[in-house]
Nanobody
Framework: QVQLVESGGGSVMSGGSLRLSCAVS????????LGWFRQAPGKEREDVAT???????TGLDSVKGRFTISQDVTKNMLYLQMNSVRPEDTAVYYC????????????WGQGPQVTVSS
């Protein structure tokens, strides 16, 4: 059984910082993929960033240099550090897990709102 419980979210001013956290349980240490996704009003869901069990990462071009995905395996935690946020970053953000390949995320967090004010 895989479970993901998010914390963080809320409102922040443009140019500020915010960190989202996701407590992950039920995954094997040997093979998995974790990701952060977002969906803004009127827009399709975006894959913001991913990280796998080898530590390899991907990132959406529009957030590279501003957002960083990371994990603490010993604490079973996934993080998204959001710096220099912009109003267009406003969205519902949620973490997700795949047991292997980063291609099919079957497990999802609850998706708290992030609102960036200008």
């Amino acid at each position: 059984q895989v479970q993901l419980v998010e914390s963080g979210g809320g409102s922040v001013m443009s140019g500020g910082s915010l960190r989202l956290s996701c407590a992950v349980s039920g995954l094997s240490y040997d093979s998995y993929c974790l990701g952060w996704f977002r969906q803004a009003p009127g827009k399709e869901r975006e894959d913001v960033a991913t990280i796998d069990s080898d530590g390899s990462t991907t990132g959406l071009d529009s957030v590279k240099g501003r957002f960083t995905i990371s994990q603490d395996v010993t604490k079973n935690m996934l993080y998204l550090q959001m710096n220099s946020v912009r109003p267009e970053d406003t969205a519902v953000y949620y973490c997700a897990a795949d047991k292997a390949s980063c291609l099919h995320f079957a497990y999802w967090g609850q998706g708290p709102q992030v609102t960036v004010s200008s």
